[in-house]
């Protein structure tokens, strides 16, 4: 496959600290990029995203960086709080002509302590 | 808005049976609906892209006579497994996203389908 996880890398944070969740995305040619929050047993849920012609973007307590020059992207969380565990996956459209297919990367389980 | 239902949320079959999967978008039209895999403690994989009124197309591995997907309206995308064997026990999630929108917009992805093949 495209992109594959052997394992599930993982985040250990306390409540109230900022974290940073990071990517690094496989297709130089990919415009768009987004940022998912998948619970356990459930479908991923959208959180932040962002088009290739930016390198920052805010919404509430996250912030989402672009690095096109080495293929970095990062998520940044806020006040990090324990409803904030999960796993993160960043996704990339694999296209630049018009949305095409999103890839995923391999996903970070952040976990949160009070 | 944009919300994806996926059904059933799981489902148990004994091998060498097929289970039919349904995704539905419930306030939106989708021409094209995405079918993923996800095993435990691993990442999302993309099966196949499934196109209203057209073939499916697959990603290279997955084998289209084992998942057939029919995406017969606007608003329903269904994915069978076929002849179901222990290793085909996974995490099938749907998603879609509202062409009414800008191409960059995000998918929406259903709640999944947990299948276990005894």
């Known amino acids: 496959g495209e992109s594959v996880g052997l394992h599930l890398p993982t985040l250990s944070v306390q409540e109230g600290d900022n974290s940073i969740i990071n990517c690094a995305y496989s297709n130089s040619a990919s415009d768009y990029f987004i940022w998912y929050k998948q619970e356990s047993g459930k479908g991923p849920q959208f959180i932040i995203d962002i088009r290739s012609n930016m390198d920052k973007r805010q919404g509430q307590r996250v912030t989402v960086l672009l690095n096109k020059t080495v293929k970095h992207l990062s998520l940044q969380i806020a006040a990090t709080q324990p409803g904030d565990s999960a796993v993160y996956f960043c996704?990339?459209?694999?296209?630049?002509?018009?949305?095409?297919?999103?890839?995923f990367g391999t996903g970070t389980r952040l976990l949160v302590s009070p | 808005g944009a919300v994806v239902s996926q059904h059933p949320s799981w489902v148990i079959c004994k091998s060498g049976t097929s289970v039919k999967i349904e995704c539905r978008s419930l306030d939106f039209q989708a021409t094209t609906m995405f079918w993923y895999r996800q095993f435990p403690k691993q990442s999302l994989m993309l099966m196949a892209t499934s196109n209203e009124g057209s073939k499916a197309t697959y990603e290279q591995g997955v084998e289209k006579d084992k998942f057939l997907i029919n995406h017969a309206s606007l608003t329903l995308s269904t994915l069978t497994v076929t002849s179901a064997h222990p290793e085909d026990s996974s995490f099938y999630i749907c998603?879609?996203?509202?062409?009414?929108?800008?191409?960059?917009?995000?998918?929406?992805f259903g709640n999944g389908t947990r299948l276990t093949v005894t």
């Open positions: 998603s879609a996203r509202d062409p009414a929108r800008s191409y960059n917009s995000p998918l929406h």
């Open positions: 996704a990339e459209n694999h296209g630049n002509t018009g949305f095409q297919k999103l890839v």
